[in-house]
C-alpha cells in the first residue's frame, strides 16, 4: 500500500485584522499536491484565527482535482485544522461536502485526518463511493 501524502506547493498569507502578538484574523490561499489514494492536486483556503501565543485555529475549504482510488474528478472537503507553534504541528479533520464531487467521483462522501509538521504531510481518508 502506498504512503498517503501531500506536499505543500504554495502558500499565500495575509492578516485580515488584528497585529502581530495580539489575537488576529489572516486568510491563506494554498495548493498541494497528494500521492497515494488520492492523485493530484487542491486548492485551498483557510481563515486562520491566531489567539497570543496559542494554538492557532482555522477551518478551510480544499478542492481536489483528480483520482480517488483510480476514479477520476473533482471535490470539495471542508478542514477544521489546528496548528501548534511550540511544535509546528498541524492537525485536521476533514470531511467531503454533500454533492461536491464530479466526474467518476460524483455522490462521494467519505472522511479523513492530515497530521504533519514540514512541508510534506501524511493524510488518511475514507471514501465513500455513492
Do not use: C
Request: hydrophobic residues 30%; proline residues 4%; aromatic residues 10%.
Amino acid at each position: 500500500m502506498a504512503d498517503n501524502t501531500f506536499t505543500t506547493q504554495s502558500w499565500d498569507e495575509r492578516a485580515v485584522s488584528g497585529t502581530e502578538g495580539s489575537p488576529r484574523v489572516a486568510h491563506a490561499h494554498a495548493t498541494f499536491a497528494y500521492t497515494g489514494l488520492i492523485e493530484g492536486t487542491s486548492t485551498a483556503d483557510m481563515l486562520l484565527y491566531y489567539a497570543d501565543d496559542s494554538d492557532v485555529t482555522s477551518p478551510g475549504l480544499e478542492r481536489f482535482e483528480g483520482s480517488v482510488a483510480g476514479r477520476k474528478g473533482t471535490f470539495v472537503v471542508r478542514h477544521e485544522y489546528r496548528f501548534a507553534p511550540d511544535s509546528h504541528e498541524v492537525t485536521s479533520t476533514f470531511s467531503v461536502l454533500p454533492g461536491s464531487a464530479t466526474g467518476e467521483l460524483t455522490g462521494l462522501t467519505g472522511r479523513g485526518t492530515i497530521a504533519g509538521s514540514s512541508r510534506t504531510m501524511k493524510y488518511t481518508f475514507e471514501p465513500v463511493f455513492g
